[in-house]
Every structure is written in structure tokens, then in C-alpha cells.
């Protein structure tokens, strides 16, 4: 039930249960809706497993890497890809993270953050058809 | 480390070809759907007869030959006096629609989960009733559930004109839960007769159209003597390419008309999702998504689906879906690999939890197709909401506190990673 997890020099002992099941139902639901599950793994890992941020950060990008991969595949076989779609937003996609780290030497991310949870309800009650 | 990394590489890719071999059933591959063109059945003879009936032809004419990304139509005519008139448009490109029937006939039967899926849907469809039945169509609900696609149709007289999407090809799966474990459509039925098509047709129409401002206008206005007139919308971002009219009334039908819909650069047609786009939107919208994103430490895909949706509501959720996810994974990519030079990811638990997540990726997007544009959304949205309190919580005191000293440790080993990795 416990694996032990070495990482620079220290070892930590991970609740797999927890942590499978976790990361499976998370993968569903990302998957399904198109996404690839980043800051839902991110607490799942530090807050639910209890491991430090160090281990995380790497460690997560890879188990999302595996489900985006996996879902981009099972997508493409059921016809839900449009590629002059994709080749419309993929440039944009690839600049922005060339951009995005340049931006955030010069604000807070707490400032971004607080914009983020306003923007994100707003979004939610849009798609709960309430404006 | 580089043969671990090379164990890994094949174990994805290994993944990923075990994905293509699931058997499917027969229908999702796209070059095997449209081979079988569904020939003219000869047993309905009202609507498949091309041939000008004697005595009650119908006139047809429409003003313009050629429209640019959308435009108005005047569409005028002449029909036998005291007639009701119906317009039928729709274009000559084609676009999959799939639709779940999982509703009990009644309350002792159970949901009979039958996936019904067609690749020849016009990519746009309407159906022009008479002006004065505008009150009886504003009491019919907009979307959703309760819309009734062929009820309405038929409420309103208007079923004498649907014909176009009434003999495409269906392809029913009868879906099992097994089968949506393994990830597959479910067990090809047997081909549907005429009727069974012209009925799963209209679910089909309204899956893919979804409400019935799309579906149906009424803005045929007719004369005492049967002289009729209409100004048909196309939309822009509609699909290009031809547009065919054709009007009924009653057992008459008039000859098609067309019309030209040209789009040029920057508009774009989008081949599976059915409808065009200007190129510039698209792009900046996930420029902007993909830097704040980064900002606030999460793909970006969260944010760019319901803003699509919402920006763009001609767009199917699974065609959203689907794109989204592989532009994502680039950028995830070089993530990895960028962490991996410095030796900064635990290959063990990232590995194990991954298979995990692999495993979930390969269920959900089959149910993607499943759920209907309401449930996603509603399913959105409460992601988004659970999504805003993480990020709400990352910004009370408490957090950013014990976060400081996180960040700070995170940096040392990272320094630390770094310079190992360089000597």
C-alpha cells in the first residue's frame, strides 16, 4: 500500500492506493472534458499525498504528460480532432510559453491569481446559463 | 538514466499503438463510412421523386448567386393558392453526429444505450415555417432535453420538409459497460429501415444543431394567391460551399435552387466541426489563455474550453475537446524534458501514477460523445467552481505563508539539480 519514493538524497513513503485511484478518476474527468488536469494533480499530490512541492512539480508534469498523450490518441480515433483547428491555436499555444515567463518576472502571482478566481467564476456561470 | 528514459519512451508508445488495435466496431473509420452512399428508397415516393409533379409545381427563385461568408437571401416564389409554404436549406458539406439515446421509453423499460452516429449531416440546416407560426414556435422550449426536435416538426407542419437529412447513413451501436471500459463504440446493430433512419435522423439533427433558432425560422411570408417571399440568414462561420433551397407545400415541391457560400483567408473552414472561423480569433484567444495560464500554473486548458464554447457556440463540445488536448501536449512535453535534464522528476512515482492517469484517458474521451453540450457544460462548470476555490485558497494568508518557505526549498533544490546536472 505504501511505496517508498527516493528523490536527492531523501525518502518518502506514498499512499498508492490513494494515489492511483486519485490520479485514475482525475484522468477520466480531464480526459473527458479536455484538459489535462495539472492544478487538480498539483493538490492531489502535495495536500491528499502530503508530499513536498520539489517532488511534485516534475513528477506530476510527467503522470499529466501520460494522460494527455493517452487522450489525445483515444480523441483522434473518434474523430473529435480538427486539424485546421489545432494548426490555429498550436503556434499561439508554443508563443505563449515562451511569452508567459517574461510577464511573470514583472507581476505578482497573487495578483494573477486573485483575477484568475474572479474570471473563473464568471466562466462557471456562464456555463451554468445564468447570464 | 538515458536507458530509463528509453524504457519509458517505448512504454508510452507501446500505450499509444495498444490504443489504435481496440477493436471499434466498424464505423469510426472515416474512409470506410461514406462508401456506402445511401441510395434513394424506393418506397417513399413523396419525397424521393425528383420529377416535377404535374399541375402543383412550386417556383423557386433566389436573388443572389453567390453569398460571402454568410449573407442574406431573398428567396421569393410562387406556390398553389392558399398554401402553406416551408423552406428546406442546407449545405452540401458533411459533418458527423453522434447521439446516445440512454432515455426510458417508459418507467418499466430500461434505457435502451444505443449510440446512433452518422458522418453525412448537411453541416448546415434549417427548415423556413410560415411568419405566423412565430408564437407557436417561441412556446416550443429553446434546447436542451425538453426540445423535441420531431415533435416540433410535426406541431408545425414542418415535417413536409425535412428530407435531406432523412435517408443519411446510421450507424447504431448497442454501447454495454464492458465495452465502455475497454473504450469501444459497443456492438454494430443491424442497418435501420427508412423509418427508423428518418426518426433517428431528427435526434441526430437536433444533437448536432441543438436549438431551435438554428434548426428553424419563421420567416416565410405568404400571399392569399400562394406568392411567397423570405429572407433566409446564413450565418457567418457558416460551413462554404454550396447551399441548396428547395420549398414545399403540401405534396409540392419546387426544384432546388443554389447558392454559393465563398469564404477566403483568413476564414477558415474547420472540415469536422462544420462551421468556419477567422483564423486571427482562434490564435490570439489561446495566446492570451496559454500566457495566463502559465501565470497562474495551469494549462491553459481548463480556461480555453468554456471560452471557446462560449466565444463560439457553433462549435461541437467534442470537436473542443479533442483539439485542445494534443496543443496542450507539446507544451507538456518539452515540460518533462526540460525537468528531466535536470534530473528534477521522481521517474517511479511519476511513472506509476501516469499509468494510472493513461488508464483514465483512455475512458473519458469515449464518454466525451456520450454526454450531451448541457451536461458538459454543467460538469464544466463545476470544475471551474472547484478550480476558483483552489485558486482562492492559494491566495489566503495561511497558504502563501507555508507556500514561501515551499518555494524557497523548491528553488534550493532545483539550484542544486541545476548545477549537477551541468558539472
Not at chain 1, 30 to 44: D, H, I, T, V
Not at chain 1, 53 to 69: D, E, P, Q
Not at chain 2, 309 to 337: C, D, E, N, R
Amino acid at each position: 500500500m505504501y511505496m517508498e519514493v527516493e528523490f536527492w538524497g531523501q525518502t518518502f513513503k506514498v499512499n498508492m492506493i490513494i494515489g492511483l485511484i486519485g490520479s485514475f478518476l482525475l484522468a477520466i474527468v480531464a480526459s473527458m472534458m479536455g484538459f489535462g488536469g495539472g492544478p487538480f494533480m498539483m493538490p492531489l499530490m502535495s495536500v491528499v499525498l502530503g508530499l513536498p512541492m520539489y517532488l511534485v512539480v516534475g513528477s506530476s508534469l510527467l503522470a499529466i504528460f501520460f494522460n494527455t498523450a493517452m487522450s489525445s490518441m483515444r480523441h483522434y480515433q473518434f474523430g473529435n480532432f480538427d486539424l485546421t483547428f489545432f494548426l490555429m491555436m498550436f503556434p499561439a499555444a508554443i508563443l505563449g510559453g515562451f511569452i508567459a515567463p517574461q510577464i511573470a518576472k514583472r507581476i505578482s502571482p497573487l495578483t494573477v491569481k486573485r483575477v484568475a478566481v474572479v474570471g473563473l467564476l464568471l466562466l462557471a456561470l456562464n456555463l451554468f446559463g445564468v447570464y | 538514466m538515458s536507458r530509463k528514459r528509453a524504457i519509458i519512451s517505448t512504454v508510452m508508445l507501446c500505450l499509444v499503438l495498444a490504443s489504435y488495435y481496440v477493436p471499434m466496431g466498424t464505423a469510426q473509420d472515416k474512409a470506410a463510412a461514406p462508401a456506402v452512399a445511401a441510395p434513394a428508397a424506393p418506397g417513399t415516393p413523396a419525397a424521393a421523386a425528383p420529377a416535377p409533379q404535374a399541375g402543383g409545381t412550386i417556383t423557386l427563385t433566389v436573388d443572389k448567386q453567390a453569398i460571402d461568408n454568410g449573407g442574406d437571401l431573398k428567396v421569393s416564389g410562387k406556390a398553389a393558392p392558399g398554401s402553406q409554404v416551408y423552406l428546406e436549406v442546407y449545405n452540401d458539406n458533411k459533418v458527423r453526429a453522434v447521439y446516445f439515446d440512454d432515455r426510458k421509453p417508459d418507467e418499466n423499460t430500461p434505457p435502451p444505450y444505443k449510440l446512433y452516429l452518422t458522418h453525412d449531416m448537411p453541416a448546415f440546416y434549417q427548415i423556413c415555417i410560415p411568419k405566423d407560426k412565430a408564437e407557436a414556435l417561441s412556446k416550443v422550449p429553446g434546447s436542451g432535453p425538453k426540445f423535441q426536435y420531431s415533435q416540433v416538426l410535426k406541431d408545425l407542419g414542418a415535417d413536409v420538409a425535412y428530407n435531406a437529412p432523412a435517408k443519411i447513413d446510421i450507424d447504431a451501436f448497442k454501447a454495454s459497460i464492458m465495452a465502455s471500459i475497454i473504450g469501444s463504440r459497443g456492438d454494430l446493430m443491424p442497418k435501420l429501415d427508412a423509418p427508423e433512419t428518418k426518426r433517428r435522423s431528427m435526434q441526430l439533427t437536433k444533437a448536432r444543431f441543438r436549438n431551435k433558432g438554428k434548426l428553424l425560422a419563421p420567416i416565410v411570408e405568404t400571399a392569399a394567391d400562394g406568392a411567397f417571399t423570405a429572407m433566409v440568414k446564413i450565418p457567418t462561420g457558416s460551413a462554404p460551399g454550396k447551399y441548396t433551397i428547395v420549398a414545399y407545400a403540401g405534396k409540392d415541391k419546387s426544384a432546388p435552387a443554389t447558392i454559393d457560400n465563398k469564404i477566403a483567408f483568413p476564414v477558415m473552414y474547420l472540415e469536422n466541426a462544420g462551421t468556419s472561423l477567422n483564423v486571427f480569433w482562434p490564435f490570439l484567444l489561446t495566446l492570451v489563455i496559454a500566457v495566463f495560464g502559465v501565470l497562474i500554473g495551469a494549462g491553459g486548458g481548463f480556461i480555453m474550453n468554456p471560452v471557446l464554447l462560449a466565444l463560439f457556440p457553433t462549435l461541437p463540445h467534442t470537436i473542443v475537446a479533442g483539439t485542445v488536448t494534443p496543443t496542450v501536449l507539446f507544451s507538456q512535453g518539452s515540460g518533462v524534458y526540460n525537468y528531466s535534464k535536470i534530473k528534477f522528476i521522481s521517474w517511479k512515482l511519476g511513472i506509476i501514477l501516469g499509468l494510472a492517469m493513461a488508464a483514465g484517458g483512455f475512458i473519458g474521451p469515449k464518454l466525451t460523445e456520450l454526454i450531451s453540450i448541457e451536461q458538459y457544460k454543467f460538469v464544466f462548470g463545476w470544475i471551474l467552481l472547484v478550480l476558483a476555490a483552489l485558486l482562492f485558497w492559494q491566495t489566503t494568508p495561511g497558504y502563501i505563508a507555508k507556500n514561501k518557505k515551499e518555494q524557497a526549498i523548491l528553488k534550493e533544490f532545483k539550484k542544486r539539480a541545476e548545477e549537477s546536472a551541468k558539472s
